[in-house]
């Protein structure tokens, strides 16, 4: 019985010293970091913005194709998001002045910057997501 207590004491004293270095690392994070963090998590997560984003950077421009990249999204929701996106300064919208007239969009550098913060969350989700669908809870 005591050797399951001293594991369980060595396992308590490691978890304290992985808080105390998480501690560490993030305790500087101010309040209002903390809610630029949250809003940015949010905005980066909301449906179709990161498939949106990959779909870019993979080499979409023309709406047609940000519609084929992006399975499932509707004409008017991939309308949206991509405005929204541009305004976040994430894509940028090229009009050129043909007959007719050829709109594209293309990632900013902000919009490839996020696409490569997200690498490690896409390289965790392939070993950790089975599938694309949510877990019931």
């Not at 304290?16 to 690392?25: A, G, K, P, T």
């Not at 905005?43 to 993979?58: C, D, E, T, Y």
């Not at 509707?74 to 007719?100: C, K, N, Q, Y």
Request: glycine residues 8%.
């Amino acid at each position: 019985m005591l050797e399951g207590r001293g594991d369980a004491r060595e396992c308590g004293v490691s978890y304290l010293l992985m808080v105390s270095e998480q501690m560490h690392r993030f305790g500087h994070i101010d309040e209002a970091a903390c809610r630029r963090f949250q809003s940015s998590l949010e905005f980066a997560g909301r449906k179709w913005n990161g498939a949106i984003l990959l779909a870019g950077v993979r080499g979409a421009r023309r709406f047609s194709e940000y519609r084929g990249a992006v399975t499932g999204i509707s004409d008017r929701l991939l309308a949206s998001r991509l405005r929204e996106l541009e305004s976040e300064g994430l894509i940028e919208r090229h009009v050129r002045p043909t007959t007719p007239v050829t709109i594209s969009y293309s990632p900013t550098a902000a919009g490839l910057e996020l696409i490569e913060l997200l690498q490690p969350l896409i390289e965790w989700s392939a070993v950790h997501r089975e599938t694309s669908e949510p877990r019931a809870s």
